[in-house]
């Protein structure tokens, strides 16, 4: 199904502040918040999601991370090229780490491992962890509080997972270096 990509001009009238925003933040409009602005409530709760996870207790290298990885359970292969290229990109993530979660192997760092891993197991799993899951994370440093804000993680990442699934998004120019491709379902 096509869905339209909206821009800062001919969106949906309370949907065009928040794509002015996202173009002044990024040089452009990503074709997911085009996408996003067909419904202007998504396109703001996925934005103010956004803003939520970036102030939980992960470092933005763990957030993305995290994000990463439930985008590769979910097989997104919008969101993966672009949380690849943030890591690569702004954060300068060691690209056998990023490689690594690509290809859903163990990370060369072991807190970084743990924290994938109970990531992938989350979504794998539907939220549905082992005591011993569980402890494996806290054991490698992060607490339940982490567990809990890896909920929010993933809550944002299936907004935008999910309407890549539905809409079939066509990667942006800037990730497209980055670019993965899922068997279709």
Sequence with gaps: MDFTIYNEENAPESAQPFLKGAKEK??????????FAEAPA???????????????SFSPKEQQLAILAVSIENECHYCSAIHSTILKNQLNTNEDIVTAVRNGEPLPDEK??????????AVQNR????????????DA??????ALEINLIIA?????NYTNHLADTPLDEAFE???ME????
């Design 156 to 160: 944002l990442k299936t907004i935008s």
């Design 127 to 138: 939220g549905h962890l082992s005591d011993a899951d569980i402890q494996a994370f806290l």
């Design 182 to 185: 899922f068997e279709p379902a």
């Design 26 to 35: 990024f040089g452009f409009v990503p074709n997911l918040l085009g996408e």
């Design 112 to 121: 970084f491992d743990a924290l994938v891993t109970y990531t992938r197991k």
């Design 42 to 56: 998504v396109l703001e709760g996925y934005l103010k999601l956004d803003e939520i996870v970036g102030n939980t």
């Design 141 to 146: 440093g992060y607490t339940k509080q982490n």
């Design 177 to 179: 270096p980055e670019r």
